[in-house]
């Protein structure tokens, strides 16, 4: 069974083909899917999916690109959310050192307030964390956030990656790794211990290698994981099986109803 922990499912992008696109991954052994928020105005939407879709999990925040419309009432309200509705983790949040995103003053400030709320909720974290691994691991010492979490799309060294394990984080891993000149990435990807990672799409966006320009679905993490198991030097059932397990365990309101 194969777990996707980072789609954005409820995108509009998806709006003419969802069911279809969740029967074909059914039926490809994709049978799990946590879907993070990015913004409060999506909140009640992917609310909505996870009524209707048995198989999503549930995560809310305010990412860190898109804060040019939040506000910090908006934490309030993710407290509420978050302590009021079916969830496994608060997310995506993080700190994001990309071009034309918010001042980075304003993105800790969010990014704090996040660890908060999910450190008083006793609840794991998605972290995205593009050019700012430092960063945020400066911020969960600050918080003393203990809860773990995924990094999403970690792209980072061998050396930053134990320091998020050691944090309790796992880290995930997507299209990247299907890329020949993803050198780095392969390198720490054969390195981590078999606890270290889960699988992820972050569709639709990060398409895998030869599928460029187009959109990315939750169909290829069985492709992901085939790379894994090459680079590892596994069998695919083992990768199926580690990561479901990771998964579980940095997730543990997985089952609740």
């Not at 679905?217 to 596994?234: C, D, M, N, Q, Y």
Request: net charge negative; hydrophobic share 40%.
């Amino acid at each position: 069974m194969f777990i996707d922990s980072h789609c954005h499912f409820d995108f509009d992008v998806f709006d003419d083909q969802r069911d279809i696109l969740m029967a074909r991954c059914l039926n490809h052994g994709v049978s799990g899917f946590l879907v993070p928020a990015t913004t409060h105005v999506s909140w009640s939407r992917l609310e909505q999916f996870i009524g209707r879709y048995p198989q999503w999990r549930a995560a809310y925040g305010l990412h860190p690109y898109f804060l040019k419309d939040a506000s910090l009432d908006q934490i309030d309200l993710l407290g509420e959310q978050c302590a009021t509705q079916r969830v496994v983790a608060v997310g995506e949040i993080g700190l994001d050192c990309w071009p034309n995103a918010v001042d980075l003053k304003t993105q800790i400030d969010f990014f704090k307030r996040q660890l908060s709320v999910a450190k008083s909720l006793d609840l794991p974290v998605i972290l995205h964390a593009r050019k700012s691994y430092d960063l945020v691991l400066k911020c969960l010492r600050e918080i003393d956030f203990k809860a773990g979490g995924v990094v999403h799309a970690f792209n980072g060294s061998l050396e930053q990656a134990k320091r998020f394990l050691d944090f309790g984080f796992v880290l995930g891993v997507g299209g990247t790794i299907t890329y020949p000149r993803a050198n780095k990435a392969r390198r720490v990807l054969s390195a981590l211990g078999t606890s270290a990672f889960v699988l992820e799409t972050d569709s639709p966006d990060m398409p895998l290698n030869g599928f460029q320009g187009q959109y990315n679905t939750p169909l290829s993490i069985p492709i992901v994981a085939h790379h894994v198991a090459t680079i590892r030097g596994e069998d695919i059932e083992q990768v199926a099986t580690q990561t479901y397990n990771n998964l579980l365990r940095i997730f543990p309101r997985w089952h609740e109803e």
